[in-house]
């Protein structure tokens, strides 16, 4: 947010509050974190508030504020903005609610949000319907409540737009040191990215925690990403709200398959910013990249005094991009030297009770273990209750977790099965000594598998940027598969020889000019298998004129050369998602398509290295690179095709919705792949 710096913002060396009950709150908050600049509280009938001398109007203010806290009536909150726009603050925190979210309730919400950001001009401002920030680095809040946060000197940042989401976070007891909580409310002039940027530029802020219900700026995304990867501050980011996009009947397989949710996921990861599905899991990454920012590889190692854990550790694993590497060869006389005969070498390791409560045999153990090279070191501990048993023997294993990983200089951390099972005072102390303190097998699981998506996507040249594109007006129109297959015939697409009939008479006609067998296909019908408007290998001019007659087909007919079997059959489509825009589908096609769900999105525009990358994570890769002895597919023309296709998409984008390819007949190698099915709907 080049235009309106946030910086006096969030970091005020001065505060106004404007209000009641709420402004009060704003002070006593400050006053309890500790805040060493000045607070200026505005009201028309008070003297004073919390000892603090009360200005009449906000004229009356000694000087421009860094920033204010604006906790009145939504009518009077314009005219406050548009007073300090016009003064020169810093910014403001709209507190009032009643604008664009309750437009259902209150008829001119859309337009007194028009009128905020119109008095606000170039000054920044959060929300409205906000609760606004608390900086826990300087003591500085513009918060009209309690929270749980306390003074630190570095940490993580996290940003949402519900302001009790913000609070139940603030109250935490996993050790999570917090620098920032800001919210962002309605979003209607800062959005969560723009202060993210923001945030990032303060070098006591290790990593971002973003909590989105939508994005709304994707240019701010972009520029959130790069600067993220510049200064290697990485970003998380919890995203709520699955679309029905992908459940609903379309027209086509691409829109039942490429849902916002899941074109969501190929834009995050495609900037580099990892994505989880939960708050517990958005609290525990925080921790691991606040300790170690993302992790060179996806390899953890485990150890624990019982198999059983041991055992939960490898399960849940299971399907996640994480492993769990074979011990090294120069790992094992150590380790069994230390641990003895009775104890099975293996990753995730059961080291059973031997070394218990032996500080320099447990630090021994953990550091044979430790340096095995991977990513991760994990111990798995979960503490006893306090109120009702003794600890010092934990504490034993958390001191030779600390000592071992300072001796081996690598990453560990000590990991609760449950929550409540890692006190706060030990995660505190833990991550003040460089070892994460994970709460729950899952989310340290989750944990290690987001940090090292964004090291491998940091490692990477920086992605293309993002296709753009507004999208026009006008009516949409689907294209007849014949219409369709000329238009992407022209642009490269390998596309089966036809002619178009309107009369059982004619098709028979073309067929035998074609030379059989054909395919004959009825035209301006959705779905053509399911309705029976398609006629395989028919071999004779009677079979094609029986197969047409026997189709209720008013657009006509599409009669084409038969393409020989395939090594495999995809599925290549395009579908516009009202906030990402146009992205590419790839997946298994034919009849496969919702029978093995075996699909990717890849954001546009995309390089034939990443068509290739993505093809790989399919599952019906195995047939196109040579199953059990068959046949091997043309990866090269395939893989041109894909390319032309999203070329194509992408010089289209202001006017297509959708394009499906199903299927795209992958030929064995040297005779290339055949585009023998298509839709193309777009704007006139």
Not at 154 to 170: D, F, K, P, W
Not at 559 to 564: G, I, K, L
Request: aromatic residues 4%.
């Amino acid at each position: 947010m080049t235009s309106r710096p946030l910086d006096r913002l969030l970091r005020p060396q001065t505060i106004a509050v404007f209000g009641g009950r709420e402004a009060r709150r704003v002070i006593e908050q400050c006053d309890r974190m500790g805040f060493a600049g000045e607070i200026w509280p505005v009201h028309p009938k008070l003297d004073e508030v919390l000892g603090r001398r009360c200005c009449r109007s906000l004229s009356d203010l000694p000087a421009a504020p860094d920033a204010a806290f604006v906790g009145v009536n939504r009518v009077l909150t314009v005219d406050i903005v548009r007073g300090l726009s016009r003064a020169g603050a810093g910014g403001a925190v709209c507190y009032a609610s009643g604008f664009s979210e309750a437009t259902a309730e209150l008829a001119d919400g859309a337009e007194l949000q028009q009128a905020l950001l119109e008095a606000a001009g170039d000054m920044p401002i959060l929300g409205p319907n906000c609760y606004g920030l608390i900086n826990g680095l300087d003591g500085a809040l513009l918060w009209p409540d309690q929270h749980g946060m306390q003074r630190v000197k570095r940490g993580v940042a996290i940003l949402t737009q519900s302001s009790n989401i913000a609070i139940n976070l603030t109250m935490q007891t996993r050790g999570l040191p917090i620098a920032y909580v800001v919210t962002a409310g309605n979003q209607a002039q800062t959005s969560l990215a723009d202060v993210a940027c923001a945030l990032i530029d303060d070098p006591r802020v290790t990593a971002i925690g973003l909590h989105v219900e939508g994005f709304g700026d994707l240019a701010a995304l972009e520029r959130l990403a790069a600067i993220a990867r510049r200064s290697r501050k990485p970003v998380v980011v919890l995203k709520v709200g699955k679309s029905e996009q992908a459940k609903h009947a379309a027209v086509s397989h691409t829109a039942s398959l490429a849902g916002s949710d899941a074109v969501a996921d190929a834009v995050l990861a495609r900037l580099g910013l990892g994505r989880v599905q939960s708050l517990p899991a958005l609290l525990e990454t925080l921790k691991l990249l606040h300790i170690a920012g993302p992790l060179a590889n996806h390899s953890i190692s485990s150890m624990s005094c019982s198999g059983g854990e041991a055992s939960l550790m490898a399960d849940a694993a299971v399907g996640r991009k994480v492993e769990f590497p074979a011990l090294q060869p120069r790992q094992l006389p150590r380790l069994r030297e230390v641990l003895g005969e009775m104890v099975a070498l293996a990753n995730p390791l059961d080291y059973h009770t031997f070394v218990w409560g032996d500080l320099a045999r447990q630090t021994e153990a953990f550091s044979a273990m430790f340096e095995g090279g991977c990513a991760l070191n994990l111990v798995v501990l979960d503490f006893p209750r306090s109120d009702r048993c003794e600890a010092s023997e934990w504490m034993t294993t958390a001191d030779a977790v600390i000592a071992a990983a300072s001796a081996t200089g690598t990453l560990a951390g000590l990991l609760a099965t449950l929550p409540e099972n890692m006190p706060e005072p030990v995660a505190e102390r833990l991550m003040s000594n460089g070892i994460v303190a994970f709460s729950g097998i899952d989310e340290a699981i989750t944990a290690a598998e987001v940090a090292a998506g964004i090291g491998e996507a940091w490692d990477r040249p920086p992605p293309l940027p993002l296709l753009n594109v507004v999208p026009a007006d006008g009516e949409i129109e689907t294209l007849t598969e014949a219409d369709a297959k000329i238009e992407l015939a022209a642009c490269g697409l390998p596309i089966p020889g036809g002619l178009q009939a309107f009369s059982p008479g004619e098709a028979a006609e073309l067929a035998e000019r074609l030379g059989f067998p054909v395919v004959l296909k009825g035209l301006g019908i959705a779905h053509k298998t399911e309705a029976g408007a398609v006629v395989l290998n028919l071999r004779d001019p009677e079979a094609v004129s029986n197969a047409a007659a026997a189709m209720a087909s008013d657009a006509g007919y599409l009669v084409e050369r038969m393409v020989d079997a395939p090594v495999a059959e995809l599925i290549v489509g395009a579908t516009r998602d009202p906030v990402f825009g146009l992205s590419l589908m790839l997946g298994a096609g034919g009849i496969f398509v919702e029978l093995l769900e075996d699909s990717i999105i890849l954001p546009l525009p995309a390089t034939k290295a990443d068509i290739h990358t993505a093809i790989a994570r399919l599952k019906i890769a195995k047939l196109i690179y040579g199953y059990r002895g068959r046949p091997r597919g043309d990866l090269e023309a395939m893989i041109d095709t894909i390319a032309t296709a999203a070329d194509y998409v992408v010089m289209n984008a202001a006017h297509l919705e959708e394009l499906d390819i199903n299927p795209l007949m992958v030929l064995p190698e040297g005779r290339g792949v055949a585009a023998v099915d298509a839709l193309i709907r777009r704007r006139r």
